[in-house]
């Protein structure tokens, strides 16, 4: 029964690994498809560094969605050497974690793709700037669905034999959904600042360097939320619980992994807005990014504030 | 797994907890965001007035907060008074 229902858990986490991770690339690679098919129409003798400009961000946004598709592979053909069913609930755990990882990531990729797209068409002498901003951009907008892809390997590969079924079962499904859903939002915020940027970069390339750090001081703030339900993750998955049948004690770490993951969300996507916002008047008035920066950072310290909130009350429920 | 009487409304009121922290934390985050990167803007267009600025964001963030310490509230109240 118990090796039936490890291969069940696992093939369900293949398909929802792979199912939600298409999303978010998908997205993120047709709009900067669409930006370039744009960009051409204004400049079409540009069209082969277009083209180029194109191919090498959509490889970056689709790199989530290849996570994706090596968990799910993991899932499919993996060995099931363990054969307790605790084991089939981290299994389709770390696939739901690795799917909804990979949304943001993807979606978010795609938006520094575009807007360099039509940054070339722009300012085609400084397609090298353009293009060093936008892959640096892109990069740093992988990193939660990196941590989706670590927490996914860890709850696929580690072994659980030490954790009892109840309440495990709860703190594997919760570790999945805090790392998961809270890849989203920071993911898509940093899509939109990394845009932004590159698209300052075109307007005047010769503040590419405060522009580039603005940036990245911005990408780095709005990846917090996304540490925050990766350590949530941590907690659940090495805290292991004492067993009881109650279900008050399963449904507690559960609720810390969804608190935790749709807290994230929110502050996440809100301090990538402010980053957008920021990054675009830098290159506008470069003698006034200190006062820019210091509001920028003011602004997005109270915007996290929920997300803080949300890291309590998940620790509240973990620890209590 | 025992589902039954206290242990279940103990059980329901930790899930609600979560619920609403996690989804009450989403409006004000985005909102918030928004609030700061617009004065961002305003602040590139009118530098001489970013302590105004600064101070509207500031209070406008704090109302919007608002929303979300009342989640906050509800999550707590569910935790230990349920």
């Given at each position: 029964?118990?090796?039936?229902?490890?291969t069940?858990?696992r093939?369900l986490g293949a398909?929802?690994?792979v199912g939600?991770?298409?999303?978010?690339?998908?997205?993120?690679?047709?709009?900067?498809?669409?930006?370039?098919?744009?960009?051409?129409?204004?400049?079409?003798?540009?069209?082969?560094?277009?083209?180029?400009?194109m191919?090498?961000?959509?490889?970056?946004?689709e790199?989530?969605?290849?996570?994706?598709?090596?968990?799910?592979?993991?899932?499919?053909?993996?060995?099931t050497?363990?054969?307790?069913?605790i084991f089939?609930?981290a299994?389709?755990?770390?696939?739901l974690c690795?799917g909804?990882?990979?949304?943001?990531?993807?979606?978010?990729?795609?938006v520094?793709?575009?807007t360099?797209?039509k940054?070339i068409?722009r300012?085609?002498?400084?397609?090298?700037?353009?293009?060093t901003t936008m892959?640096?951009?892109?990069?740093?907008c992988?990193?939660?669905a990196?941590?989706g892809?670590?927490?996914?390997?860890?709850?696929?590969?580690?072994?659980h034999?030490n954790?009892?079924?109840?309440?495990?079962?709860?703190?594997?499904?919760?570790?999945?959904?805090?790392?998961?859903?809270?890849?989203?939002g920071?993911?898509?915020?940093?899509?939109?600042?990394?845009?932004e940027?590159v698209?300052g970069?075109?307007?005047?390339?010769?503040q590419?360097g405060m522009?580039?750090r603005?940036?990245?001081v911005?990408?780095g703030?709005?990846?917090?939320?996304?540490i925050?339900?990766?350590?949530?993750?941590?907690?659940l998955?090495?805290?292991?619980p004492k067993?009881?049948?109650?279900f008050a004690?399963?449904?507690?770490?559960?609720?810390?992994g969804?608190?935790?993951?749709?807290g994230?969300?929110?502050?996440?996507?809100?301090v990538?807005?402010t980053?957008?916002?920021?990054?675009?008047e830098?290159p506008?008035?470069?003698d006034?990014s200190q006062?820019?920066?210091?509001t920028?950072?003011v602004g997005m310290?109270?915007?996290?504030?929920?997300?803080i909130?949300?890291?309590?009350?998940?620790?509240?429920?973990?620890?209590? | 797994m025992?589902?039954?009487g206290a242990?279940?409304?103990?059980?329901?009121?930790?899930?609600?907890?979560?619920i609403?922290m996690?989804?009450?934390?989403?409006?004000?985050?985005?909102?918030?965001?928004?609030?700061?990167g617009?004065?961002?803007?305003a602040?590139g267009?009118?530098p001489?007035?970013?302590?105004?600025?600064?101070?509207?964001?500031?209070v406008?963030?704090?109302v919007?907060?608002?929303?979300g310490i009342?989640?906050?509230?509800?999550?707590?109240?569910?935790?230990?008074?349920?």
């Open positions: 029964m118990d090796e039936g229902f490890i069940l858990c093939y398909a929802l690994s939600f991770g298409a999303i978010g690339a998908a997205l993120g690679e047709g709009y900067a498809a669409g930006q370039a098919s744009d960009a051409i129409s204004y400049r079409p003798q540009a069209s082969g560094e277009v083209l180029k400009n191919l090498v961000g959509q490889a970056i946004a790199s989530a969605a290849i996570f994706a598709l090596v968990v799910s592979i993991l899932l499919i053909f993996g060995s050497e363990f054969h307790t069913q089939g609930w299994a389709l755990s770390g696939g690795m909804l990882a990979a949304i943001g990531s993807g979606i978010g990729a795609g520094p793709a575009g360099a797209c940054g068409v300012q085609p002498a400084s397609s090298g700037k353009i293009l892959l640096l951009g892109s990069a740093v992988q990193t939660p990196i941590f892809l670590v927490t996914a390997f860890l709850l696929i590969f580690l072994d034999s954790v009892p079924l109840y309440p495990g079962w709860a703190a594997m499904v919760g570790c999945g959904i805090s790392t998961g859903l809270a890849a989203i920071p993911g898509i915020g940093n899509g939109l600042t990394a845009g940027a698209s970069v075109a307007r005047n390339p010769d590419s522009t580039s603005t940036m990245l911005a990408l703030v709005a990846q917090s939320t996304a925050y339900g990766f350590l949530i993750s941590l907690m998955l090495f805290m292991t067993e009881s049948t109650s004690q399963a449904m507690r770490l559960l609720s810390a969804i608190c935790m993951g749709f994230a969300f929110g502050p996440g996507l809100g990538g807005m980053g957008a916002y920021a990054v675009k830098v506008r008035n470069p006034g006062v820019l920066v210091r920028m950072l310290a109270v915007a996290e504030s929920t997300g909130y949300s890291l309590i009350i998940a620790l509240l429920l973990i620890v209590l | 025992d589902i039954s242990d279940f409304i103990k059980g329901m009121a930790f899930l609600g907890a979560g609403a996690g989804l009450g934390a989403i409006g004000p985050g985005v909102g918030e965001g928004f609030v700061a617009k004065a961002c803007e602040i267009r009118r001489d007035e970013a302590g105004l600025l600064t101070r509207t964001m500031l406008g963030q704090a919007s907060e608002s929303t009342y989640s906050l509230v509800i999550a707590l109240l569910l935790i230990f008074v349920v």
